[in-house]
């Protein structure tokens, strides 16, 4: 792949829509099905992956002509840990709470598929911008998939928003149930699908 | 020939297994042959001969703390002696913590006039059990893809064919095995004692890293035919998260080097379970009418609800 | 060979950096953690007493810990407490040594200073430099006593006990006489939508008000929370509740010495938190009495 032609904000919406990393990717599911069940959990991890995947990005890019081929991989895999380990330091610094609900998970983010992929295919070939912006989509795009399930699995499973009583009762408790992240990912990536269906036969019609 | 050879191994260890599972533990004191747990409020004592009855009915000769309270004595309800005064058994007023090891002091023993001294005896669930527990536990109770949701990328990416699950699954157990242990060992004599905690994740990456080249390397010079076959595989164990999971849980539990074993052992036999489960319905829905927005991944996610909604039946099982 | 040097030097480097970059977080997020992590306790606790930013703890309101530990020396078992006593108009600590039985063995002066108690390591090196080496210590538990100007207000005790996946931290209030003043959760990973809901209002202040008579006897019954008894529970947190007060008086009367009533769906969650709140009293009760008694005969300067 050439150095990208696109424009910032196409590189961020293609994280956003086109190559969604949950839906239409579908890497880094675990935390997806996981601790997806709060809107507070989706946008914390979300914000976390957003840091390691701008700031890996932006590493890459600036020293990527240093880098000797053999040892690709494991410097890629050193720049992610190492900012792991910053962002977990923190989280259990300053918002223990929440480091608490997401548990493993923050540390997980280290093997998360999608930080080297786009490490491997875009930042090692690209400037240091492009590949801010998009790290920034690709971290948005996984942060909004978060917490459409956590809204979905909230709203469903506890009647609450962010905390906040909405409904007043509780509809189906089964969404907050472990076993129902599984349902509500394959539910949303088949609306993904079915919306990607329509939209090429209308532009076939056209 | 070779059938008949695996087949006495196995029984073997099985019965190595039996004997030390119903056996209970070995004990400190030269005339005491067992102690051990029955029911929910009752300790057996097994002696090696015939102790007196006016001793052994006595409970003022009996003291039994749980180890973290040794202030606190358990209150014996009634004593039993078996008819050739051999196993006396202590009944509790409440239910014991089994789950915690308990001190038996019985002093002055008395065994046909001759005193025989006094004898510190811990009682404790059998160890074998408790590690037979832990691997049961990560591969079946707490399985890694169906409960705890982790190492689902590549569950997905190589479930659609038995083959390749089980050479999947199989590569897997190998590598988790050798790296957890390597992570084991790092946590417990390097990054403990010198209290460098917070470069855990970049030491237990690496771990996986080395291990899954060292498998590479040997695997490839050892057995070229074996290479060929799960060759592929290794470079999409490193994306797997359960193998930089496990590391994790072993440090935050602080197991020792048999535990961390099993539970690495149970971790990826599991995960060959799960694939191969998931890999025998997906061979099927090949040939299954599914709508087309659902084609491919997203009725796969549905499947694996279905199956992590049957493991959680498994949930809160224990097992001895 | 060149290209060896080359990869060495640059994986060096990138390490170099790396550890660098981490260690110096590490520094700087270690002292925020330690701090967060006190005030997060302190609040707990404050919340436990009924105070809150909006009705603030008066400035009497004093919290002293007793950090206990097990000394063994060969076969013997011995229990040290870590008190806190007046010592030249300030406070500072002492350690006393109690056999199993209750019977006073011997006290040590210990250098620590009050601000250093918290720090497992600090005490750790007065503890070493206090008693001699055959002896071995284990930490066993910590107690913090509130006290209110000259008269004990509660008891705090922090514990933990094997919930239904891993194990449940709490913090319980007991009142001098042992009766439960409150209940948190502080760590818990239950199954959300069942046993996480342990650290709701309308089970966890179910505990409260138990008088020490009635939790050697609690239960836990799988019948539905009467209605009004839930919005009674729920109301407790401080906010306007929509029914008088009266009313809520004849609630609490009613279920006052009822059992728990178990979560729906989690009632080897519900069974598990019981039953480790029974066990802490218990076990408290019964060690602070004789460790009170210890002191009183002793004639210990203990500020608590």
Redo the contacts between chains.
């Keep these: 792949m050439p150095a990208t032609t696109k424009t910032n904000f196409q590189l961020v919406s293609n994280g956003i829509l086109n190559e969604n990393p949950i839906f239409r990717l ?5 935390p997806a ?2 601790i997806s ?1 709060t809107v507070m959990n989706g946008l914390m991890l979300g914000i976390a992956v957003l840091f390691v995947q701008v700031f890996s990005s932006c590493t890459i890019a600036a020293i990527k002509n ?3 081929p ?2 690709r ?3 890629y ?3 992610i ?2 900012w ?3 962002i ?3 989280l ?3 918002v ?2 929440a480091y ?1 609900e997401m ?2 998970f923050v ?2 983010i ?4 999608i930080i ?1 992929m786009r490490l491997e295919t875009f930042a090692c070939k690209n400037t240091v911008s492009a590949s801010f912006w998009d790290g920034i989509g690709m971290g948005f795009g996984f942060m909004f998939g978060m917490v459409a399930l956590g809204f979905v699995r909230e709203l469903l ?2 009647g609450t928003l962010l905390g906040y009583d909405v409904l007043g009762f509780r509809p189906l ?1 089964f969404f ?8 509500c ?3 949303m ?3 993904f ?2 919306v990607e ?1 329509v939209y090429n036969r209308k532009k076939r019609a056209r | 020939m070779n059938i008949v050879i695996r087949k006495c191994l196995l029984a073997a260890v099985l019965t190595v297994l039996a004997a030390f599972l119903t056996t209970g533990c070995a004990t400190e004191h030269r005339f005491i042959k067992k102690t051990a747990f029955k029911d929910t409020n009752q300790i057996v004592i097994e002696f090696a001969g015939p102790v007196d009855e006016a001793w052994a009915k006595n409970p003022s000769h009996y003291s039994v703390y749980e180890k973290p309270d040794p202030d606190i004595k358990l209150k014996i309800q009634t004593i039993t002696l078996s008819p050739d005064r051999k196993t006396v058994a202590l009944t509790f007023a409440d239910p014991l913590n089994q789950n915690q090891p308990h001190v038996l002091t019985a002093t002055g023993i008395t065994s046909e006039g001759k005193s025989l001294g006094t004898a510190i005896l811990s009682v404790k669930k059998v160890y074998l059990g408790y590690l037979f527990s832990i691997l049961i536990g990560a591969m079946i109770i707490n399985n890694f893809v169906f409960t705890k949701y982790l190492g689902l990328c590549v569950f997905f990416g190589t479930s659609q064919k038995k083959s390749t699950a089980v050479g999947m699954g199989i590569t897997f157990t190998i590598v988790i095995v050798v790296s957890a242990m390597m992570a084991w060992f790092l946590y417990q004599f390097v990054l403990r004692p010198y209290r460098l905690n917070f470069l855990q994740i970049v030491v237990f990456i690496g771990l996986v890293s080395l291990s899954v080249q060292a498998v590479d390397t040997i695997l490839r010079k050892v057995n070229p035919m074996l290479f060929k076959a799960f060759g592929v595989y290794l470079v999409l164990v490193i994306a797997n998260c359960i193998i930089i999971a496990v590391p994790l849980i072993l440090a935050d539990n602080e197991y020792n080097a048999l535990e961390s074993l099993m539970l690495a052992l149970g971790a990826g036999l599991g995960f060959l379970i799960a694939l191969f489960l998931m890999s025998s319905v997906r061979e099927r829905l090949e040939l299954a009418r599914v709508p087309p927005t659902y084609r491919g991944l997203p009725i796969a996610f549905v499947v694996a609800g279905l199956f992590a909604l049957a493991f959680l039946g498994f949930s809160g099982m224990s097992i001895f | 060979m060149k290209q060896i040097i080359r990869i060495t030097v640059g994986l060096t480097i990138s390490c170099l950096i790396a550890a660098l970059v981490m260690g110096s977080v590490f520094v700087i997020t270690d002292k925020a953690k330690r701090h967060n992590e006190h005030v997060n306790v302190q609040q707990t606790m404050l919340g436990l007493l009924g105070y809150s930013t909006s009705h603030p703890a008066p400035p009497e309101l004093k919290l002293y810990s007793i950090y206990r530990y097990i000394f063994t020396d060969g076969n013997v078992n011995t229990l040290g407490y870590v008190l806190p006593v007046l010592k030249g108009g300030g406070v500072g600590y002492q350690l006393m040594e109690m056999d199993l039985d209750g019977g006073f063995v011997a006290q040590h002066p210990l250098d620590l200073a009050p601000e250093d108690a918290s720090e497992s390591a600090e005490r750790s090196a007065a503890l070493r430099k206090a008693i001699k080496p055959p002896k071995t210590f284990s930490y066993a538990d910590a107690t913090i006593v509130a006290k209110l100007g000259e008269k004990r207000l509660a008891y705090l005790l922090p514990g933990e006990f094997p919930g239904f996946k891993t194990f449940i931290h709490v913090m319980l209030a007991l009142d001098p006489s042992f009766e439960i003043l409150g209940l948190e959760i502080t760590e818990q990973e239950e199954d959300p939508g069942l046993g996480a809901e342990i650290k709701q209002d309308y089970f966890k202040n179910q505990f409260k008000g138990k008088s020490f008579k009635k939790i050697k006897e609690l239960h836990v019954v799988k019948e539905p929370l009467p209605e009004e008894y839930k919005a009674y529970l729920e109301s407790q947190k401080g906010k306007e509740s929509p029914i008088p007060k009266a009313e809520l008086d004849v609630i609490r009367s009613r279920y006052q010495d009822r059992d728990i009533y178990a979560l729906t769906g989690a009632t080897i969650s519900s069974k598990a938190v019981t039953d480790g709140v029974k066990n802490m009293v218990a076990k408290f009760a019964y060690r602070i009495n004789r460790l009170d008694k210890v002191i009183s005969a002793r004639n210990i300067p203990a500020v608590f």
């Design positions: 579908a890497l880094s599911m675990c099905v996981g069940t240093y880098i000797h053999r040892i991989i494991p410097t895999t050193l720049t840990a190492t792991v380990t910053v977990d330091l923190v259990a610094a300053y223990p709470a608490k548990g493993i540390k997980l280290v093997a998360f598929a080297t499973g506890m408790l907050v149930l472990p076993a129902a992240g599984f349902f990912v394959g539910i990536m088949a609306v699908n079915y269906i």
